[in-house]
């Protein structure tokens, strides 16, 4: 680090910097009480998908219990067709935002399969949806979580560090020139003692 110049440009130089600083501080703060409301946002939107998924595989244990003696191949009649995902912007953080799903459902003989075969269907179909908004879900709160422990490190940064050392050094320039002032009085009537001495001689 530079050695701090104790002279009048410099105090005015660190004036300036601690007025930046302190402009920086409410931005930030106000960047990272967003994320905190998104990531909230994002929590409970992950606790319901995981909620409606054990009310499903519920549902799927009450309504089929054929499925677990069931020699029927059913993979290949729901499966995911497309997943339209685009990017929102919130403070600056690019987060998924999960748009639309596209599930296909087989086209299957009524007469062939047995009749829960539709519910069965449905509650896959419902199953993949859930399954695809939760990992959409979790990106967000990881990148949400990243911003905030950036954020929260850069205003730690600035509340902690930087803004305190400004602080420091005008403190330190200010007692400098008040005693570099009062050196110069002192100098003076000195000075002018000697002169009024000589002129007495």
Not at 52 to 68: C, E, K, Y
């Amino acid at each position: 680090m530079a050695k701090l110049a104790l002279n009048k440009s410099s105090l005015q130089r660190e004036s300036r910097k601690l007025k930046a600083l302190r402009q920086f501080v409410p931005a930030l703060d106000l960047k990272r009480k967003q994320i905190l409301a998104a990531r909230l946002a994002s929590r409970r939107a992950l606790n319901l998908c995981q909620q409606q998924l054990s009310t499903i595989a519920a549902q799927v244990r009450n309504q089929l219990p054929m499925l677990a003696q069931c020699r029927l191949d059913l993979h290949e009649l729901v499966r995911v067709a497309a997943v339209e995902i685009d990017q929102v912007n919130l403070v600056g953080i690019e987060l998924p935002q999960l748009q639309r799903v596209t599930i296909d459902r087989s086209e299957h003989s009524r007469l062939a399969l047995p009749a829960w075969v539709d519910s069965c269907m449905e509650l896959v179909a419902q199953r993949l949806q859930l399954e695809i908004e939760l990992q959409v879900e979790r990106s967000r709160l990881e990148l949400l979580e990243l911003a905030l422990r950036k954020t929260t490190q850069r205003l730690n940064l600035f509340d902690k560090v930087l803004i305190p050392r400004a602080e420091s050094n005008i403190r330190r320039i200010r007692i400098a020139l008040s005693d570099s002032e009062r050196a110069g009085v002192v100098r003076a009537k000195i000075a002018k003692g000697k002169r009024l001495q000589a002129v007495a001689s």
